[in-house]
């Protein structure tokens, strides 16, 4: 069973979109959901169970165990969480993630020399706005479909 858009969101968010093993972020990583106790081993899919983890840094963990330190500061900052009154993501926060998500899938899939142009191009465009992170990407995706042609969407 995979964990639910809701919940996804919440750990990225509080983990704030940062690799919790290596502090890679987006976008220059793709960004996981991970399970700190591997479901093999019994862990389960709950905010005090899950983090934010790069793409390089889940495939190599696999199903071994963190550190017990690590275990327990992600047990304490989701109940932190837990604590703060954040409220839960609206379909708006949901739809930006989903668009964010595609549109960097859809980067990826590209070779290196493009993305570069796309972000080269969406970045000289929004100047002397510096936009964020999932600004860039979710342009550069849109621009880069745009310009390819290309009207497949993931959600």
Known sequence: MAVGAKLRYEVLSRDNFTCRYCGAF?????????????RKRGGRDIASNLVTACQDCNIGKSVTMPGLGLVAEIEEAAAKWARDTHGTPDEDDLFEMRVYQNSLYFLESLPAEQVLHYIARTFIAALPYRPTHSELIRAAGGIARDDLGRTEVIF
């Open 26 to 38: 987006a976008p220059i990583v793709m960004l996981h959901v991970d399970h700190v106790v591997p």
